[in-house]
C-alpha cells in the first residue's frame, strides 16, 4: 500500500532563511505527487504538482525516484509562508484517490 | 474556478443520531471525495466517487456510507454517530484524466458529536 511519510509535525524558521519541508512516500510503481497548502482560516488548495515542474510562490520540489522523496523548498522564506503544508500521492493513475500525508506545519517567524 | 460548496461550517449531533453531510460542486467533475482531516493524523480518505452512482471505499469507511445519485452532489452519511467521528470533514471535487489530482476542496463541516 502506498504511504506518504512527513518526518515533521512543527517547523519553525526565521524570515529570509530557507525552508525545506521533507516529503517521502512509499510505492514501487510510476507515481505523482503533490503539495497543498492550507493557509489560516482558508481551504486546502494545490500548491504544486511535480508534473507541472513549476515554481508557485517562490517554491519548488523535485521527485527523486531514487530516495522516494518529493520535498519542498523555498530559498527565503516570508512570513505569508506560514501555514499547513501537505504532502500528497496518487498512485491509481485517476480512480484511487490522493494519499496524504500528517502535514507539517510551517511558522515563519519575523 | 471550481466551487465545492459544504451545506454547513458547524454542525452538532448527539451519539446515535443519523447526520448527513452535504457537498455541491459547479464546474462537472467526474471525481469527489470525503476525507476527515484531524490533527497530527493529517487527512484520511473516507469514500470517493467517480461517477454518478458509483462509490468506493477509502482508507476509514466504517462508520460511514455515501450516495451520488447526481454528478454534482456527493453525500456523506454517518449511520450512528459516535463520538470518535467528531471531526473536520473535507469533500473535494476533481476532473478525470491529464487533471486528476487537482483536488478543489470545500471549506469543510467540523462535526462535533456529543
Known amino acids: 500500500a502506498q504511504r506518504v511519510t512527513q518526518p515533521e509535525k512543527l517547523l519553525s524558521v526565521f524570515k529570509g532563511a530557507p525552508v525545506e519541508l521533507k516529503c517521502n512516500y512509499s510505492?514501487?510503481?510510476?507515481?505523482?505527487l503533490f503539495w497543498y497548502v492550507q493557509y489560516s482560516r482558508q481551504r486546502l488548495q494545490l500548491l504544486l504538482r511535480h508534473i507541472s515542474r513549476e515554481s508557485i510562490k517562490g517554491f519548488t520540489a523535485d521527485l527523486n525516484k531514487g530516495e522516494t522523496s518529493f520535498h519542498l523548498k523555498k530559498p527565503f522564506a516570508q512570513e505569508e509562508d506560514s501555514a499547513m503544508y501537505y504532502c500528497?500521492?496518487?498512485?491509481?493513475?485517476?480512480?484511487?484517490?490522493?494519499?496524504f500525508g500528517k502535514g507539517t506545519h510551517l511558522i515563519i517567524q519575523p | 474556478d471550481v466551487k465545492v460548496t459544504q451545506s454547513s461550517r458547524y454542525l452538532v449531533k448527539r451519539t446515535g443520531e443519523k447526520v448527513f453531510l452535504e457537498c455541491v460542486q459547479d464546474?462537472?467533475?467526474?471525481?469527489m471525495f470525503w476525507y476527515r482531516q484531524d490533527p497530527g493524523l493529517g487527512l484520511r480518505l473516507i469514500y470517493f466517487?467517480?461517477?454518478?452512482?458509483?462509490?468506493e471505499k477509502g482508507d476509514i469507511p466504517e462508520g460511514y456510507s455515501v450516495s451520488r445519485e447526481k454528478k454534482e452532489r456527493f453525500s456523506l452519511i454517518l449511520e450512528s454517530a459516535s463520538t470518535n467521528q467528531t471531526s473536520m470533514y473535507l469533500c473535494a471535487a476533481c476532473s478525470a484524466g491529464s487533471q486528476y489530482g487537482n483536488l478543489f476542496f470545500g471549506s469543510g463541516t467540523q462535526l462535533s458529536v456529543l
Open positions: 464546474m462537472d467533475h467526474e471525481n
Open positions: 500528497a500521492l496518487n498512485s491509481g493513475g485517476g480512480a484511487d484517490g490522493l494519499t
Open positions: 510505492y514501487s510503481g510510476s507515481p505523482e
Open positions: 466517487s467517480y461517477d454518478v452512482k458509483m462509490k
